[in-house]
């Protein structure tokens, strides 16, 4: 089992930074892929980035590349979002998720661990 606690979220401006944290706790395996979600008012849930725990490979929603990065820090198990240039649209809450496997993954059914969300609202 794994446990993952989001926090940083908030209300920010247009054009301001947030920075996102998801501590895992738990079986927490260096290889294991970690991702972003995001959920916005009215919307499905949709990827927004991805990383391998131990390789640093990421990978980003093409709405958010350019703007976000996902880093991690493995001696804290921790995973984080920082979100520059924010958008109304970036509107949403924000969810932390762990695979069971190794690897990139945009697809939501293939994180097995989800975190309880935080809220981000980009204000005009």
């Known amino acids: 089992q794994v446990q993952l606690v989001e926090s940083g979220g908030g209300l920010v401006q247009a054009g301001g930074s947030l920075r996102l944290s998801c501590a895992a706790s738990?079986?927490?395996?260096?290889?294991?892929?970690m991702g972003w979600f995001r959920q916005g008012p009215g919307k499905e849930r949709e990827f927004v980035a991805a990383?391998?725990?131990?390789?640093?490979?990421?990978y980003y929603a093409d709405s958010v590349k350019g703007r976000f990065t996902i880093s991690r820090d493995n001696a804290k198990n921790t995973v984080y979002l920082q979100m520059n240039s924010l958008k109304p649209e970036d509107t949403a809450v924000y969810y932390c998720a762990a695979r069971s496997l190794a690897g990139v993954e945009t697809k939501s059914s293939g994180y097995a661990y989800w975190g309880q969300g935080t809220q981000v609202t980009v204000s005009p």
């Open positions: 990383i391998i725990w131990s390789g640093g490979r990421t």
């Open positions: 738990g079986r927490t395996y260096s290889n294991r892929g």
